[in-house]
Nanobody, 123 residues
């Protein structure tokens, strides 16, 4: 059974930093592309960041590029999202997702999803 479990969400002031983790089990993590998505109240889910199986290549949404960093530790079967210079508009539930082969910015191409973790940025 594949499981993705996010952690690290919480309340942070604008301009602050927060780190998310997504621990996985039941999949061949070292060959999976991983992504982070988010969904704010009343809005559609949107792509945040993705990373190749090796961690060599990362992709970012324009809205977070330069502020967020995605990384992974294949020995720990975990993907991370380090967020800095947070803004109120970053408030959302953040989800990690896994897929085979190459990363994608399209959520419907991912096979497995976590339950999400809430990030709230106060202005």
């Amino acid at each position: 059974q594949v499981q993705l479990v996010e952690s690290g969400g919480g309340l942070v002031q604008a301009g602050g930093s927060l780190g998310l983790s997504c621990a996985t089990s039941g999949l061949t993590f070292s060959s999976a592309a991983m992504g982070w998505f988010r969904q704010a109240p009343g809005k559609e889910r949107e792509f945040v960041a993705a990373i190749t199986w090796s961690g060599a290549i990362a992709y970012y949404a324009d809205s977070v590029r330069g502020r967020f960093t995605i990384s992974r530790d294949n020995a720990k079967n975990t993907v991370y999202l380090q967020m800095s210079s947070l803004k109120a508009e970053d408030t959302a539930v953040y989800y990690c997702a896994a897929k085979a082969s190459r990363p994608s910015t399209r959520g419907n191409e991912y096979d497995y999803w976590g339950q999400g973790t809430q990030v709230t940025v106060s202005s």
